[in-house]
């Protein structure tokens, strides 16, 4: 079956480590993006790709990075830059061309220790 | 830029009785409106959506209704069950590019 996954589904972080999320998908959709939720919140935007070997900044990229060397992932770096990146992060896949809804992943959750 | 409202941000329904769940948007450009739900500790997930040119859909239990003059649309939930209670978002997307704006989410607690 298609679809999108993303490990680990729990991650512990240290102070001043850089951890990595991984998002794959197997829909062959072009482009993807990665959202951070906080508690009782509404989804926000970190980064976005179209095709590959391109991306663009969303709403709170400070403290993110990421690539997107192959279409089928789309891996997001929380940097040590990143003063409070406890939450919940969430992958989605959409088609372009003619918009479409997301197929999002089950999901990350980020805890600082 | 899109500005998506959401009302109301929790709602607490019988079951058997119906929930409707309102958003407004700002960019009348804005031509695709998904509705996703999102239960506890899982991703969204797409639930209906709508496109302009269209006033209304239902499928099953759930419709949704489109106002482009007036920039609001709605998800109606018929008959409500306790495994309809989650977290509900509207979004609307512009025609030119894939970036979606969300609402704020509502809370939905189907009580049995």
């Known amino acids: 079956d298609g679809g999108i996954t993303q490990s680990p589904k729990y991650l512990f972080r240290k102070e001043g480590q850089n951890v990595t999320l991984s998002c794959e998908q197997n829909?062959?959709?072009?482009?993807m993006y990665w959202y951070r939720q906080d508690p009782g919140q509404g989804l926000r935007l970190i980064y976005y790709s179209q095709i590959v070997n391109d991306f663009q900044k969303g709403d709170i990229a400070e403290g993110y990075s990421v690539s997107r060397e192959k279409k089928e992932s789309f891996p997001l770096t929380v940097t040590s830059a990143q003063k409070n990146p406890t939450a919940f992060y969430l992958c989605a896949s959409s088609p372009t061309g003619r918009a479409s809804g997301y197929t999002f992943g089950s999901g990350t959750r980020l805890t600082v220790v | 830029g899109e500005n998506v409202e959401q009302h109301p941000s929790t709602l607490s329904v019988q079951e058997g009785d119906s929930a409707v769940i309102k958003c407004t948007y700002s960019?009348?450009?804005?031509?695709?409106f998904p509705w996703y739900k999102q239960e506890l500790g899982k991703g969204p997930q797409l639930i209906i959506d709508?496109?302009?040119?269209?006033g209304e859909k239902k499928d099953q239990r759930i419709a949704v209704t489109l106002n482009k003059t007036a920039k609001h649309f709605s998800l109606h939930i018929t008959e409500t069950q306790p495994e309809d209670s989650a977290v509900y978002f509207c979004a609307a997307t512009p025609p030119t590019y894939q970036k979606v704006t969300f609402g704020t989410g509502t809370k939905l607690q189907v009580i049995p």
């Open positions: 829909l062959n959709h072009d482009a």
């Open positions: 709508i496109r302009s040119n269209v």
């Open positions: 960019d009348s450009a804005s031509n695709y």
